[in-house]
């Protein structure tokens, strides 16, 4: 099946500094999907990719769609303490509406 | 828009009792919904995919006849915890995939989880 490798696993940085995360699949996704986890909460839908190539930002957020189809990242500029959270990413295949899932990155944000 | 409800947000009960949770989608239809589990510290495991009108397809190694799923409408789907048990307990997600091509059906929008521990 399909697996998603996401990096880095977890993370602590100061507050201010830039995030970024990736995430690498053994197949192609037709969508690439970020989400944020806070503890006790469902995912929250960050940003979402459909093209590739695509680079969609939403505030200090930046994601970009791999050229390959196979890999995505997700930046954070100028870090805030209620940054924390467990960061998901997600994709799926084509005519798919299921979705894989990596493992997460833990973000720690230091004030 | 886009937003999804879970109820109830924490259940206790006893083993062998059945438990519900409810899963909206309050501004949007969807046609497909999703159950996922996460147990603590790890990522979302999908349990079952669900679509209004039609019986849900589980994942391998996923119980139907202890999961029971209800996709009564474009806006309401259920899962029944049959006969519960310790090993159930968990945080238990749901998603819905909107009808609407501006939402993206590529999207899954997640509600806020139920926290189940049987006793």
């Known amino acids: 099946g399909q697996q998603l490798n996401q990096s880095p696993q977890s993370m602590f940085i100061q507050e201010g500094e830039d995030v970024s995360m990736n995430c690498t699949s053994s197949s192609i996704f037709n969508t690439w999907l970020w989400y944020k986890q806070e503890p006790g909460e469902g995912p929250v839908l960050l940003i979402a990719?459909?093209?590739?190539?695509e680079l969609t930002s939403n505030g200090r957020l930046t994601a970009q769609f791999g050229i390959t189809r196979k890999d995505s990242f997700l930046n954070i500029s100028a870090s805030i303490p209620s940054d924390v959270g467990i960061y998901f990413c997600a994709g799926a295949g084509a005519g798919s509406y299921q979705l894989t899932f990596g493992k997460g990155t833990k973000l720690s944000v230091i004030p | 828009g886009a937003v999804v409800s879970q109820h109830p947000s924490r259940v206790i009960c006893k083993s062998g009792t059945s438990v519900k949770i409810e899963c909206r989608s309050l501004?949007?239809?969807?046609?497909?919904m999703f159950w996922y589990r996460q147990f603590p510290k790890q990522s979302l495991m999908l349990m079952a995919t669900?679509?209004?009108?039609?019986?849900?397809?589980?994942e391998q190694g996923v119980e139907k006849d202890k999961f029971l799923i209800n996709h009564a409408s474009l806006t309401l789907s259920t899962l029944t915890v049959t006969s519960a048990h310790p090993e159930d307990s968990s945080f238990y997600i749901c998603s819905a995939s909107p009808i609407d091509l501006q939402l993206s059906t590529d999207t899954q929008y997640f509600g806020p989880g139920t926290r189940l521990t049987v006793l």
């Open positions: 669900s679509n209004e009108g039609s019986k849900a397809t589980y």
């Open positions: 501004d949007f239809q969807a046609t497909t």
């Open positions: 990719l459909y093209k590739a190539g």
